[in-house]
């Protein structure tokens, strides 16, 4: 329909509303859309239409009233572009092209809509076959765990009886009481070790499987679970069952105290406070010694007391023995840390006074002891400004003059001596043995340095020479005590 037909349609109604709406299904546009353009072309619109509203007394639009001897005239339309197309219904063309495109979105409606329920029906799949997979992987983790726990007991039991009903040709106990490991095959022992670290892994992944919330209890709820180990339901606190805190009704309670607290079961002893206070030199600023260790960049290298505990006892350490670092700037490292007795570790610290003489340097304490005088007196001329010569050659009440001594000789018996303490761990052992050891040891090694006068000990490393002198005062010791016999 044209323009000046669409007016001339209106303007004939007798029913302006009625035909609004007649004229907006022929062109296919809304009702709005008509009423808003037969306005926009001068013609007399009940406003309610466009508002939606039902029409009713003055609600029509009035046009502008004429003045009096004016001519009455109508307007003739202005040509301007509408603000919307419109289909004319006797154009099978565009009305096909209108339905054409109506199609089109209709079918990319329906395709999107397709697409996001095939996405969420694939989602939903995936979620609940990840859900499956982790329920089985929990059921066979506590499986696992309630066939390793069988099996230690089994081990156990075989452990008990092969070291309490032994063999007649075997001794069941040590002289102290204690049971005899070497009657234990190893593979066993291995492999009751290596069962209790798995089962002590697996205890920390087992979780109790809820089966309902009970009731609420404040912030927090209670829940009935099923326990893991036994299969017994029992109730409890949701947020203690989620944290790990409680894994079982309680069947399990010994393992799983074990497990939480990850104990070595040695914090009363000794050597348990050793580490502790290395760590404290080397960690915690308030510790008072940290300024001699800590601060000065000296580090802890064993990775836990674990690592610290078998290092100890695989070199030796007993209780009436300290660690001690070989180099005094150097770390508490594997290679650093040697245990001796406790009075040759105290004549290794920073606050001896060190005295230098003809290359050798020994604490005040050593050199007294060499030269039989009080440690004291060589401590006060050395802070008194005496030099290390005339503090050491100066004698006192008998005791040695060491400018008569070879220096040498001095160092030589300082180096195996500190070799045999390493090695015996006591600095007094030499005193236990019979002078004719040393009598023996003595031809063995002078025939070595006769042999070749470089050469050195194959256990010490110390050249032949340094034990020959060594021998030789131990044996002048030994037999000054016993009367020249």
Aim: with cysteine; proline share 5%; hydrophobic share 35%.
């Amino acid at each position: 329909m044209t323009d000046s037909e669409i007016i001339q349609d209106y303007r004939e109604a007798k029913n302006p509303k009625a035909q609004v709406e007649i004229l907006a299904d022929r062109n296919l546009v809304s009702k709005k859309e008509m009423a808003k353009w037969l306005i926009d072309h001068g013609q007399k619109v009940d406003r309610r239409i466009l508002l939606g509203r039902r029409a009713g007394p003055g609600t029509m639009k009035e046009p502008k009233a004429p003045e009096p001897g004016s001519k009455v005239t109508i307007p003739e339309p202005e040509e301007a572009e509408p603000a919307f197309t419109i289909v004319d219904p006797t154009d099978p063309p565009a009305v096909a092209e209108k339905l054409t495109e109506i199609d089109r979105l209709c079918a990319e409606n329906e395709k999107l809509r397709n697409d996001l329920g095939n996405l969420a029906e694939r989602d939903a799949k995936a979620i609940n076959q990840l859900r499956a997979e982790n329920e089985q992987l929990r059921k066979d983790m506590q499986e696992m765990a309630m066939e390793d726990t069988n099996r230690i007991e089994e081990l156990e039991e075989q452990l008990e009886k092969l070291t309490t009903k032994p063999g007649p040709d075997q001794a069941v106990k040590a002289d102290a009481g204690k049971l005899k490991l070497s009657l234990v095959p190893p593979e066993l022992i291995k492999a009751c070790a290596q069962l209790e670290e798995y089962d002590q892994a697996s205890l920390k992944m087992v979780r109790a499987k809820m089966i309902c919330k009970t009731r609420k209890v404040g912030n927090d709820w209670k829940g009935l679970f099923e326990c893991p180990f036994c299969g017994k339901e029992f109730e409890s606190y949701v947020s203690n069952v989620l944290s790990g805190r409680q894994r079982s009704c309680g069947c399990a309670k010994g393992k799983l105290i074990v497990s939480s607290r990850g104990t070595h079961g040695d914090t009363k002893t000794r050597l348990y406070r050793i580490y502790r206070h290395i760590l404290e030199r080397c960690e915690s600023p308030s510790c008072k010694e940290f300024k001699w260790y800590g601060a000065r960049g000296i580090e802890c290298e064993f990775r836990d007391y674990e690592d610290f505990r078998d290092f100890a006892l695989s070199n030796g350490y007993t209780d009436d023995l300290t660690v001690e670092r070989v180099d005094v700037n150097g770390n508490y490292s594997r290679e650093n840390v040697v245990f001796i007795p406790l009075q040759l570790q105290a004549r290794n610290t920073r606050r001896n006074v060190m005295i230098t003489y003809k290359g050798l340097t020994l604490c005040a304490s050593e050199w007294a002891e060499l030269l039989g005088m009080r440690p004291d007196t060589l401590t006060k001329r050395i802070r008194s400004g005496w030099s290390a010569e005339k503090a050491l050659e100066t004698t006192v009440n008998g005791s040695v003059d060491i400018s008569l001594v070879p220096i040498e000789a001095i160092s030589a018996i300082r180096a195996v001596r500190l070799f045999g303490v390493k090695k015996y761990k006591d600095p007094d052992n030499w005193k236990k043995v019979e002078p004719q050891r040393y009598i023996d040891a003595l031809y063995r090694h002078l025939l070595a340095f006769v042999e070749n006068r470089d050469a050195v000990d194959d256990e010490s490393g110390l050249p032949h020479l340094w034990h020959i002198i060594c021998n030789c005062a131990f044996l002048c010791e030994l037999l000054k005590e016993n009367d020249g016999k």
